[in-house]
């Protein structure tokens, strides 16, 4: 079975500090894509990085990068100067070549205190 | 321009009692994705459209679920003789295609409460 797993329930970082959200993945597929999304208390899913596979250049979007590793299906977010703002749940979540449903971890919340 | 939209936001229903769920993708997407979130389960998958290909229901978990998406746009997630383990919120995304090249963008959510 194809599964993602965030062994980090909970997270805390300081304002300005940076932080790093740890997801793993399990896939046989030799083409698939990865996400990090970002889901605040309004409920609502925003896309916040993604990663190809077959790319070996890690993705950056403004404060937000990730550390893909292929080989130990490891792929974690970097939030660099956490803000209030980035207070939320953040799901890791891949599709494969295959399939183009999501399969989502189970998040990790992320309190960022002052 | 407009996001996915989704409503109601929230819907209260007694069990037994049917509920339709809406979902406006963005325009010009043409595949469409509806998705339970609940505390117990997590994020799942249940039905995925794409044009006028057949959809993929493999994630509806029973036969009180179904979805049709009418004219390739407005989808409406249909639950029959509602459970309270239905008790979710239902999540719709849609992207410009369908190849895994194409990330999801998600709507509000609508939070169903079955009592």
């Known amino acids: 079975a194809q599964t993602v797993t965030q062994s980090q329930p909970e997270m805390s970082v300081q304002e300005a500090e940076t932080v790093t959200l740890s997801c793993t993945y399990d896939t046989s597929e030799s083409d698939y894509y990865l996400f990090w999304y970002k889901q605040p208390p309004s409920r609502q899913m925003i896309l916040v990085i993604r990663?190809?596979?077959?790319?070996?250049q890690n993705a950056t979007e403004n404060r937000f990068s990730v550390n893909f590793q292929k080989a130990a299906k490891s792929f974690s977010l970097k939030i660099s100067d956490s803000q209030l703002g980035d207070a939320a749940m953040y799901f890791c979540a891949y599709n494969t070549g295959t399939a183009s449903k999501l399969t989502f971890g189970t998040g990790t919340r992320l309190q960022v205190t002052l | 321009g407009a996001g996915v939209s989704q409503s109601p936001s929230n819907k209260v229903t007694e069990k037994g009692k049917d509920v339709e769920l809406r979902c406006d993708p963005i325009?010009?997407?043409?595949?469409l994705y509806w998705y339970r979130q609940s505390l117990g389960q997590g994020l799942e998958f249940l039905i995925y459209?794409?044009?006028?290909?057949?959809?993929?229901k493999s994630g509806l978990p029973s036969d009180r679920f179904s979805a049709e998406r009418t004219g390739g746009s407005v989808s409406t997630l249909t639950i029959q003789r509602t459970q309270q383990e239905d008790s979710a919120v239902y999540l719709c995304?849609?992207?410009?295609?369908?190849?895994?090249?194409?990330?999801?963008?998600f709507g509000p959510g609508t939070r169903l409460l079955v009592l």
């Open positions: 995304a849609s992207s410009l295609r369908p190849t895994t090249t194409g990330a999801q963008y």
């Open positions: 990663q190809e596979a077959y790319k070996q």
């Open positions: 325009s010009g997407h043409t595949a």
């Open positions: 459209f794409q044009g006028n290909s057949a959809p993929d």
